[in-house]
């Protein structure tokens, strides 16, 4: 069975970064990718970034091109994700999935999801 952890959220001055951290169980790295989401109360989930052992990392959201940088610690079973210059706009529950393909193109049925975690953003 996949499970999956995200960890890291909290109060964050806008400006400042934050690394998320999401420890996986169940799966293998080799086979599957394992990616962000991000949602905001209210409105659709989204992707934020996917990393693959075929693609490497795969970023969705690309207008943030530059603040959002997934790596990912095999030997830890851990994916992370880094955001720098965060804005109030980021403020959301963050969760990480994963599924056993590519990460494109993302077939939302099939995500594995782990519980969230919140991103405050203050100005």
């Known amino acids: 069975e996949v499970q999956l952890q995200a960890s890291g959220g909290g109060l964050v001055q806008a400006g400042g970064s934050l690394r998320l951290s999401c420890a996986a169980s169940g799966l293998s790295f080799d086979d599957y990718s394992i990616a962000w989401f991000r949602q905001v109360p209210g409105k659709e989930r989204e992707g934020v970034s996917c990393i693959s052992k075929s693609e490497g990392s795969v970023l969705y959201l690309d207008s943030q091109k530059g603040r959002f940088t997934i790596s990912s610690d095999n030997a830890k079973n851990t994916v992370y994700l880094h955001i720098n210059s965060l804005k109030p706009e980021d403020t959301a529950v963050y969760y990480c999935?994963?599924?056993?393909?590519?990460?494109?193109?993302?077939?939302?049925?099939?995500?594995?999801w782990g519980q969230g975690t919140l991103v405050t953003v203050s100005s």
């Open positions: 999935g994963a599924w056993d393909y590519r990460c494109l193109p993302l077939l939302w049925e099939d995500v594995n």
